[in-house]
């Protein structure tokens, strides 16, 4: 059974700087394609980075490029996105998400196409 268990989230001043996990069962992170989003209040749901199969990653949110870095640790099955510089901008929920390595990588993966996805972790960025 496929899981996915994001943890990490919480209340941050800005400038802070937290570090998501995501928890993966039921599949090995080197057959699958694993996606961070975020959902504003309000706002559509929106790709944040994401890693391939291969471990190629992508910083797909103009926002968090050059900030935000994902990247996962195959032993432990688990997926993180570090996020320093933590702006009121960027509070969310943060989803993980999975698709299997199928043709298609990120960031060309449509968000459709991840076929498991996590609960979500809040993140508030606030003072």
């Known amino acids: 059974q496929v899981q996915l268990v994001e943890s990490g989230g919480g209340l941050v001043q800005p400038g802070g700087s937290l570090r998501l996990s995501c928890v993966v069962s039921?599949?090995?992170?080197?057959?699958?394609?694993v996606g961070w989003f975020r959902q504003a209040p309000g706002k559509e749901r929106e790709a944040v980075s994401c890693?391939?199969?291969?471990?190629?990653?992508?910083v797909t949110l103009d926002s968090a490029r050059g900030r935000f870095t994902i990247s996962r640790d195959n032993a432990k099955n688990t997926v993180y996105l570090q996020m320093p510089s933590l702006a009121p901008e960027d509070t969310a929920v943060y989803y993980c998400a999975a698709t299997v390595a199928s043709g298609l990588v990120c960031p060309a993966i449509p968000q459709h196409e991840y076929d498991y996805w996590g609960q979500g972790t809040q993140v508030t960025v606030s003072s």
């Open positions: 890693i391939n199969y291969d471990g190629t990653t992508y």
């Open positions: 039921g599949f090995s992170l080197n057959r699958y394609n």
